[in-house]
T-cell receptor, first 110, second 112 residues
Framework: QKEVEQNSGPLSVPEGAIASLNCTYS??????FFWYRQYSGKSPELIMS????GDKEDGRFTAQLNKASQYVSLLIRDSQPSDSATYLCAVNVGGNDMRFGAGTRLTVKP | ETGVTQSPTHLIKTRGQQVTLRCSSQSGHNTVSWYQQALGQGPQFIFQYYREEENGRGNFPPRFSGLQFPNYSSELNVNALELDDSALYLC???????????FGQGTRLTVV
């Protein structure tokens, strides 16, 4: 079982819709969770971090964490074509080691 | 703009050669981590440096080594390059004790 799993996609949504990205992780002691956005040919950009169960909102982005289910998600409201990218889920598994999923490719169609 | 800069941006090397990649951390960030990202995969943790010492290492062989300098900049050295070392190498900096990491633009290494 991979440590961090994401649906590879592609996930396609129309402009203005809500995009829902999901991630599960295997290490129960993980305490820090992150979502990165990566445009093709570019480096990952941190867009959200979440440390406690529940929801965390930042503009059009909402991260949701459920430690009991070992599940973290990212919702993007009012999706825009500029949101088209690969979204990486990352989990800090202790100390300095951050594990990434393979990413979900999102396409927002005008 | 994250402030983390890497050089060079692209590099082509021959199998068996050695390569050095460089990273300048974001101002005030004293911790530097290196990642390898193969095409279509997420980044994989290579190692982290804090106070000029290795402070954690992923599942990479000893031919991957690094340095951190007093100004917090860092180098990644890879010896005896293999074709599978072809990847995007990412440097990320963070504040000590903080898990949020900010990436540089990466170095695309191609081994032929």
């Amino acid at each position: 079982q991979k440590e961090v799993e994401q649906n590879s996609g592609p996930l396609s949504v129309p402009e203005g819709a809500i995009a829902s990205l999901n991630c599960t992780y295997s290490d129960r002691v993980s305490q820090s969770f992150f979502w990165y956005r990566q445009y093709s040919g570019k480096s990952p950009e941190l867009i959200m971090s979440i440390y406690s169960n529940g929801d965390k909102e930042d503009g059009r982005f909402t991260a949701q964490l459920n430690k009991a289910s070992q599940y973290v998600s990212l919702l993007i409201r009012d999706s825009q074509p500029s949101d088209s990218a690969t979204y990486l889920c990352a989990v800090n598994v202790g100390g300095n080691d951050m594990r990434f999923g393979a990413g979900t490719r999102l396409t927002v169609k005008p | 703009e994250t402030g983390v800069t890497q050089s060079p941006t692209h590099l082509i090397k021959t199998r068996g050669q050695q390569v050095t990649l460089r990273c300048s951390s974001q101002s005030g960030h004293n911790t530097v981590s290196w990642y390898q990202q193969a095409l279509g995969q997420g980044p994989q943790f290579i190692f982290q440096y804090y106070r000029e010492e290795e402070n954690g290492r992923g599942n990479f062989p000893p031919r991957f080594s690094g340095l951190q300098f007093p100004n917090y900049s860092s180098e990644l050295n890879v010896n005896a390059l293999e074709l599978d070392d072809s990847a995007l190498y990412l440097c990320a900096s963070s504040l000590a004790g903080r898990t949020e990491a900010f990436f540089g633009q990466g170095t695309r290494l191609t081994v032929v």
